[in-house]
């Protein structure tokens, strides 16, 4: 039921530009993403996705609410370039996790711009 | 919970990211008191997901074996071959072919030996070459489509025999290889650190792994036990991201050097083999590449553009604007000139690189180089002074200088040969330089089955084998470009069928 709650909540809130919801305080000092303030007003907010304790994630809840990543595709107008797209890599395609990319808790920029500097800012 | 944490006294006193520390008869079953309580059993336990780890996945389940786990410590599958260049030397290619190009895996290993210089092993290269037409049809067979027609002669080759992906990159057969791999049954997982091996005397009979980690924070995950019946397969690639353990190596590796590697690539694995008992070599075989650019991560376009400007155009000193060394000379004399340009502080002054921007506009070398801003157009020397910091008199003097010398084909300064240089004149395409460490071709040695050979009695150690970059004393002092990704993806069908026959006994 939790589950159905937050695909209805992010069906809502989906967008498909490369960015990411707002950095806010959700809980206490904790940073979350502004799209995700439902989920820390559970009071088992963070088992969600620290599942066998609080230093350790997947991209399992990630992928619970929004799919895959070939599922979830990007306005090719938000790109640097035609190449840039991280949702369709030349180099990972499917074989890489939502985080590492994607952070909840801080801004980060995509695991491409390790290499490809000038494409992608901190979202 | 419980019972794994009985099991935590193996780690006891162990720093954790220092393998040296690490005391082998520790992991043992016989010294441990309770027997292991394993997480869960497989056949046969891979570590590592990029050429060698997912050849060796694929071929091995193929070979009637049931049960194999792929462990891969990044959130991404694909390790280093997934920013590899797509370059794969194929003797006997389709293009060859077509072409009626002579080759054959004999001619390759002629090639590799020369660079090898003495060190290579003739006998492995020769198993790996043979094996290039099976590796080549994994990949077609997989998806991968190569660059139609296209067969290059690459750097220390005689004969154009490297083919390359169609989108320029290793990790077009990384990301086929995976599909494949998952589709055919093999378990993949992410974020699995190898902490140890468990040992049974001289055999590898599981691992000690850290489940759930996030790199690169070793206190992340949780440590779990995998018995392995059949065997573990190194696949983990080299360790040039590891900085202190080249600079124990090779002291002449300079601490302002970047890497072309990807962040994964830091070798623990092959240190854990090494703590008990497997033989390592050519540790300090570490090749760099003068052709890095600062203004970039990974192996980058810069390599691609230099191509350029090594032949028609020239490299400045931003210290006093001159010319320094013949852009045209080998790797090592050129590593060692560049390095030299240091402020008073000891950092870096990165020599800028340039030729003729009207000569190349829509080369797609300069336009990608552009776009990324790794290099720059500048339509006047003044302007190009102003950007690097030197002085515009002395910058035009140098270039007047040179284009003198390119006119009389002659360089009186350091002989450089000057049949491609050409008159240089503004607007140019300018870039900085920097070395980059790039390639290991030490690692563990292997017989030439696949098996890792012990320190102890110099024999093969049981159920331990090692495909790759990580297997060390194959390339010898140079490893020729093309060959990095046909040595992973041959010796996965190598491992698999060695594992074959040594389960049979």
């Not at chain 2, 991560?297 to 060394?325: D, P």
């Not at chain 2, 980059?436 to 093969?460: A, F, Q, W």
């Amino acid at each position: 039921m939790f589950k159905s709650l937050l695909a209805l909540a992010l069906s809502l809130t989906l967008c498909s530009a490369i960015s990411a919801s707002e950095l806010i305080e959700v809980k206490g000092k904790t940073l979350g993403r502004e799209n995700h303030q439902f989920i820390y007003k559970d009071k088992n907010a963070c088992k969600s996705c620290h599942v066998s304790g609080k230093k350790s994630t997947t991209d399992q809840a990630c992928v619970d609410c929004h799919g895959t990543i070939d599922t979830i595709k990007i306005d090719p107008k938000n790109l640097v370039n035609s190449h840039a797209n991280p949702h369709a890599s030349v180099h990972y395609d499917t074989a890489i996790s939502c985080i590492a990319c994607h952070a909840e808790h801080e801004k980060k920029a995509p695991l491409c711009a390790e290499c490809h500097r000038s494409w992608f800012k901190e979202m | 919970m419980r019972d794994r944490r009985s099991f935590l006294k193996f780690g006891a006193g162990v720093a954790i990211g220092s393998v040296a520390a690490t005391i082998p008869a520790m992991a043992s079953t016989n010294d441990c008191g309770p027997a292991i309580k394993w997480d869960e059993t497989h056949d046969i336990i891979i570590i590592g997901s990029g050429f060698g780890g997912l050849s060796s996945a694929i071929n091995i389940k193929r070979s009637g074996i049931k049960s194999v786990l792929v462990l891969e410590k990044m959130l991404q599958f694909g390790g280093n071959s997934a920013i590899n260049g797509g370059w794969f030397a194929v003797p006997g290619n389709p293009i060859q072919v077509s072409e009626g190009v002579k080759d054959s895996p004999a001619l390759l290993v002629q090639d590799q030996i020369a660079a090898g210089r003495g060190m290579a092993s003739e006998e492995h290269l020769t198993a790996i070459a043979n094996r290039a037409l099976d590796a080549f049809n994994l990949c077609v067979d997989s998806g991968v489509r190569f660059r139609e027609g296209f067969n290059m002669l690459v750097g220390g080759h005689s004969i154009a025999r490297a083919v390359r992906t169609v989108d320029g990159t290793g990790g077009e057969i990384t990301r086929n290889l995976y599909k494949v791999a998952k589709s055919e049954g093999v378990d993949l997982r992410n974020q699995q650190y190898v902490e140890d091996f468990i040992m049974e005397n001289n055999k590898v009979i599981g691992l000690k792994v850290r489940r759930n980690f996030r790199y690169p924070d070793l206190t992340t995950g949780e440590i779990v036990f995998i018995k392995a019946n059949k065997g573990v397969v190194v696949a983990t690639g080299g360790f040039a991201m590891n900085k202190q353990l080249c600079k124990l190596l090779d002291p002449s590796i300079d601490p302002t050097m970047d890497c072309t590697n990807a962040k994964g690539a830091t070798g623990e694995v092959t240190l854990t083999a090494m703590s008990h008992g497997a033989l390592a070599v050519h540790m300090n075989m570490i090749q760099t590449g003068h052709w890095g650019s600062p203004d970039e991560g990974g192996f980058g376009w810069s390599n691609a553009l230099l191509s350029i400007t090594w032949h028609e155009g020239m490299v400045v000193s931003v210290l006093n604007g001159k010319r320094f060394m013949n852009e045209r000379a080998d790797r090592k004399y050129c590593s060692d000139r560049i390095l030299a340009n240091r402020y008073e502080d000891n950092s870096p002054a990165y020599p800028i690189a340039f030729f003729n921007y009207n000569d190349h506009p829509d080369d797609d070398r300069v336009v990608r180089a552009l776009r990324d801003e790794m290099a720059w157009k500048m339509d006047s020397v003044e302007q190009m002074a102003t950007k690097f910091n030197i002085d515009p008199k002395t910058l035009q003097e140098s270039i007047d200088l040179h284009n003198k010398h390119v006119a009389e084909r002659k360089d009186p300064l350091f002989d450089r040969v000057m049949d491609t240089a050409k008159h240089l004149a503004p607007p140019f395409v300018v870039s900085r330089i920097w070395p980059k460490v790039h390639y290991c071709m030490g690692g563990l040695k292997t017989d030439l089955g696949c098996r890792v050979i012990g320190s102890k009695n110099l024999e093969p150690m049981k159920n331990l084998y090692a495909v790759g970059e990580a297997t060390g004393g194959v390339h010898g002092t140079t490893r020729l470009s093309s060959c990095a990704c046909l040595e992973g993806l041959a010796g996965g069908f190598i491992v698999a069928e060695t594992i074959n026959s040594d389960n049979k006994v």
